[in-house]
């Protein structure tokens, strides 16, 4: 049993990636050929914004933003500490210092109360000005973007959607994408949307910072190649990765509808023996992740091992205790819920293509688990 399945994604489509690979080594234009652009404007379409930029990867998806809204030295830029080390890593990097704040017990995503705490206490000591949110879309599930748009626009910040984990997800009528300012992605293979190696992408509806965005990719590029306006990266999508996600993005909203059976199989067959990921009326998870918490966690995924069926700990410490993020600010208050919940989460096999009798074993191994641990505790 695979953790994620790719190789039933490749199966399916095998024919059709063979012949999309076959005819960019034909063409010979492997940076910035044709597919590129039309993989851009079909992606644009699908998450409902006017523009894709494509890039190298979902970490430079986020650092370009930064770069090009010219988030530097003394600024404060707000992320949730539960989350993939990019979030706060790309304003690091930019120079401006990431204030952790801590996420929401039952959806996992940035915590409006801590977050709006966490300004409030940068704008009292004065020492940095806040001037964006990211907010993540963790395992797929769109953040409370009602909330952050309005505290963006009362306390004048940007919002940078983190939205790596989440194409395919929505909240309401919208995209996961097409949040905020500028929202940014990445295809890296085991995300909901993947390639065959390293890949993202930007999306805005603002026409001057897309192209702002196209020259600070394209090493700070002007009107032409070699014309330097800015200090740029060079941060392109591969033509032969956009070939391929033209060919994954197809099935990508069938793959959606068999992770949503997916995720009612768990709910369904879990709820009432542990705590199981929820969504809120109206919002589609992408189901990068499929979450549970249980407090005899590392014996149950001891116990799944022996059974042969995979787990993982999505994430075994938050970022404001790593060695690299100490330092940084945090939410007064501390961050309990980032704290605690790394003792607590274990993430099961979840992919579009896992079997029903795969995942009922899945299932009653873990209830079984349950019960008989349950059983021994009452004993004692
Ligand atoms: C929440 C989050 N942000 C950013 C990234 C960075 O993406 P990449 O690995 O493509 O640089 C990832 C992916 O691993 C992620 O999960």
């Not at 990636?17 to 010979?28: S, Y």
């Amino acid at each position: 049993m695979q953790f994620i399945d790719l190789g039933a994604q490749r199966e399916r489509i095998r024919d059709r990636l063979k012949a999309a690979i076959d005819q960019v080594v034909d063409d010979g234009r492997y940076i910035l050929g044709p597919q590129v652009g039309e993989f851009e404007k079909q992606l644009a379409a699908y998450v409902g914004v006017r523009h894709c930029i494509a890039c190298a990867n979902g970490t430079d998806a986020l650092l370009l933003p930064l770069l090009a809204s010219g988030i530097g030295p003394g600024d404060a830029v707000f992320v949730p500490s539960f989350t993939f080390a990019a979030t706060a890593e790309v304003v690091a990097l930019a120079k401006a210092e990431p204030v952790f704040v801590d996420i929401d017990p039952v959806t996992y995503n940035i915590d409006i109360a801590s977050l709006e705490a966490a300004i409030e206490m940068i704008r009292a000591e004065g020492r940095l000005k806040p001037k964006a949110i990211i907010p993540v879309d963790l395992f797929g599930l769109g953040a409370d973007y009602a909330s952050l748009e309005m505290i963006a626009a009362r306390e004048n910040l940007i919002v940078i959607e983190d939205a790596a984990q989440a194409i395919g997800g929505s909240v309401g009528d919208k995209m996961c994408g097409s949040f905020g300012f500028v929202g940014a992605t990445s295809f890296y293979p085991a995300k909901p949307l993947g390639c065959y190696g390293d890949g993202g992408a930007m999306f805005t509806n603002d026409d001057a910072f897309a192209e702002k965005l196209r020259s600070y990719a394209f090493h700070g590029k002007g009107a032409t190649q070699y014309d330097n306006i800015h200090v740029g990266i060079n941060s392109r999508l591969d033509t032969i990765q956009a070939a391929i996600l033209i060919e994954k993005l197809a099935i990508l909203e069938d793959e959606m509808v068999a992770r949503q059976a997916v995720h009612q199989r768990y709910a369904e067959g879990l709820g009432d023996v542990v705590t199981v990921a929820q969504v809120a009326a109206g919002s589609r998870s992408a189901w990068a992740q499929y979450a549970i918490e249980t407090p005899n966690r590392d014996a149950l995924k001891a116990h799944l091992q022996e059974q042969g069926i995979p787990s993982v700990i999505y994430y075994v410490k938050p970022l404001h205790s790593q060695v690299a993020y100490r330092g940084y600010p945090r939410a007064p208050g501390g961050l309990p819920v980032s704290e605690s919940l790394p003792d607590r989460i274990l993430c099961l096999p979840m992919h579009p293509y896992l079997g029903t009798e795969d995942q009922d074993r899945i299932i009653s191994t873990i209830r079984n688990f349950v019960g008989s641990n349950a059983a021994r505790i009452a004993a004692e």
